[in-house]
């Protein structure tokens, strides 16, 4: 009667443990790792800020993703409310008190604004977009402002100020229209030169700080 073969001598696996490893063609192991690697340098496309663009080459911008927890059309509600209540005096901006202007609201999920506060005249884009998330549905929010003059000046966190001052709610002293929005902040992206700093859309009105 004939023994099997000693596996441990000859560097084989036994049948019961070869036939639950099934080898793998090396072609397509070489195809699994080349699809792996491609995938891996494929860029990650920038989300769709509505950026207005400016005529002058050296302007400041501030690009602002934020998620808020509520539905767009709350969100977009609270934009246009709090512009709209400059005129009564019921809102004002606590960014030196810049006045804002709607300049299209006629597409349900983005708006077009400009914002002017001392010599300086700005141009901001918002983009919303209803998203689901594990604390319930929430909108995602991008904001892009843009100078329009030309400046010569260090952004001292106005392009993000612009943004930040039409949502900001309660937990950061703003003072809501309508709703006391719930944001988190995702990302910020400014020009060189620019700032991101909640505490200094908040800064005094007196000369150029």
């Known amino acids: 009667r004939l023994k099997p073969p000693d596996t441990r001598r000859h560097g084989l696996l036994p049948h019961a443990l070869a036939t639950r490893c099934p080898r793998v063609p090396m072609l397509a192991l070489f195809l699994v790792l080349l699809v792996a690697?491609?995938?891996?340098?494929?860029?990650?496309a920038e989300p769709a800020y509505l950026c207005p663009g400016s005529p002058s080459s050296a302007n400041?911008?501030?690009?602002?993703?934020?998620?808020?927890?509520?539905?767009?059309?709350?969100?977009?509600?609270?934009?246009i409310a709090r512009v709209d209540l400059q005129e009564s005096g019921h809102w004002h901006s606590p960014h030196l008190r810049g006045i804002y202007s709607l300049l299209d609201r006629?597409?349900?999920?983005?708006l077009l604004l400009a914002s002017a506060y001392f010599r300086s005249h700005d141009l901001i884009g918002f983009t919303l977009a209803d998203v689901h998330t594990v604390h319930g549905p929430a909108c995602s929010v991008l904001g892009c402002s843009q100078s329009q003059l030309y400046t010569?000046?260090?952004?001292?966190?106005?392009?993000?100020?612009?943004?930040?001052?039409?949502y900001c709610g309660k937990s950061l002293n703003c003072k809501p229209?309508?709703?006391?929005?719930?944001?988190?902040?995702?990302?910020?992206?400014?020009?060189?030169?620019?700032?991101?700093?909640?505490?200094r859309c908040f800064r005094p009105q007196s000369g150029w700080l």
């Open 177 to 199: 229209a309508i709703s006391d929005l719930q944001v988190q902040e995702v990302k910020v992206k400014t020009s060189g030169g620019g700032g991101a700093t909640v505490a």
């Open 37 to 44: 690697g491609s995938a891996a340098d494929i860029p990650i």
């Open 106 to 110: 006629s597409r349900p999920r983005s």
């Open 152 to 166: 010569y000046t260090q952004d001292d966190s106005d392009q993000y100020c612009n943004i930040a001052m039409l």
């Open 60 to 79: 400041h911008w501030a690009k602002v993703e934020v998620l808020v927890f509520a539905d767009c059309d709350s969100v977009r509600d609270e934009i």
